[in-house]
């Protein structure tokens, strides 16, 4: 059982080590491919910021370890553990070859897709799974937890949101300053596109890192080693929060150009409005313990920055394949889990 907690352990951190480099272009894409920051200087930045961002909340990691299944349907020992091993081979797996393909999917439902899939086909059924959990008496209906109201609303309603905000944030932008020259305007946000750059850093960490910290505590919890928490632990916040700054210090360039520099054209007015209105709705959605994607609410922000100045300033047949990426992940990660869960199984029994 030891062994296995220490398997779970370290393969939760080198998913969050690899979450780092891939998302990396998350928070600073529109900064380096405007030139506003070095790629170097841009990678460290977010390195810490994503340290911070990352112990400043533990909602989006209880929602990991106690909002997705329903662990009293698991009679056999170790099987939560088996299960959260499966889904983080296949969100791994998943996360370096759409790495390699310079891809920019969703690390956040790698994971999910890959948990959900494990846990059905380890128990042969979907009632493992919790859909959808009411509110406390007097509490919003927005309070609600479960797959429903945490991932799967999120998942439809995160990128819409994250492009309507590009789009409003960077309208407003154009007309408040349509006195002002470009070079003014130039010379301003580049100054400007380092705060939000930040702060899409810090929301970026703050959400991200929460995943692997739940993953963690699932484990420590089934095998009560969480001194009787259902949240992280500190020394679990601080490992996967410094796991995921590491691997952002690493970089991810391949990515970074796919989505700063071959999406649209951009200008530091533009990486000022995609990044505000991005980790806004990242930050929003992490007080409310909602583990969105960071990749698909920037993504879409940048596209809907372009749309501002016209429809055809984004490159839509890149945008496409991305989308596709993103409807797959899921999928394509629920189906891993399962082999790899079958796998597992027959080895261990």
């Known amino acids: 059982m030891l062994s296995l907690v220490i398997m779970v352990i370290i393969l939760a951190l080198t998913f969050d080590f690899i979450n780092g480099f891939h998302d990396t272009a998350n928070a600073i894409a529109t900064s380096v491919s405007t030139r506003v920051l070095s790629p170097r200087v841009a990678i460290f930045m977010a390195a810490g910021l994503n340290i911070l ?3 400043t909340s533990q909602k989006v990691a209880s929602t990991i370890s106690n909002g997705i ?5 698991i009679k056999e020992d170790n099987g939560v553990l088996y299960i959260v091993i499966a889904a983080l081979i296949a969100a791994i797996i998943w996360n370096l070859i ?3 393909l310079a891809i920019p999917s969703s690390s956040s ?3 999910l897709g890959g948990l959900m899939g494990a846990s059905v086909a380890y128990i042969g059924s979907f009632i493992i799974l919790k859909w959808y959990e009411a509110p406390k008496q007097g509490h919003m209906f927005f309070e609600a937890k479960g797959i429903f109201m945490k991932v799967i609303i999120p998942l439809f309603t995160s990128p819409i949101l994250g492009f309507l905000l590009g789009l409003v944030v960077m309208k407003f ?3 408040a300053l349509q006195k002002l020259t470009q070079s003014t305007v130039n010379k301003w946000f580049s100054k400007l596109q380092i705060i939000s750059a930040g702060f899409m ?3 970026h960490g703050g959400n991200d890192a929460q995943k692997s910290m739940g993953i963690i505590t699932i484990a420590l919890v089934s095998v009560n080693m969480n001194q009787g928490k259902q949240t992280p632990i500190l020394p679990v916040i601080i490992a996967c929060a410094l796991a995921m700054g590491l691997g952002t210090s690493i970089g991810g360039w391949k990515i970074i150009k796919t989505m700063g520099v071959n999406m649209i054209k951009l200008q530091p007015i533009n990486g000022f409005a995609a990044e505000t209105g991005a980790a806004i709705l990242i930050e929003t959605m992490t ?3 909602a583990p ?3 990749t698909h609410i920037i993504s879409t922000s940048i596209m809907g920055v372009g749309a501002a100045k016209r429809l055809s300033a984004v490159r839509w047949a890149l945008a496409r394949n991305i989308v596709w990426a993103w409807v797959l992940t899921i999928p394509a990660t629920a189906i891993m889990g399962v082999v790899i869960i079958t796998i597992i199984k027959l080895i261990v029994h």
Request: aromatic share 26%; glycine share 8%.
């Open 109 to 111: 439902h790698a994971l």
């Open 173 to 175: 932008l154009y007309f």
């Open 53 to 55: 961002g990352a112990i």
């Open 98 to 100: 759409t790495w390699y």
């Open 292 to 294: 969105v994607s960071t």
């Open 201 to 203: 850093a810090f929301a």
């Open 69 to 73: 299944i329903n662990e009293k349907y």
């Open 287 to 289: 007080r409310f313990g």
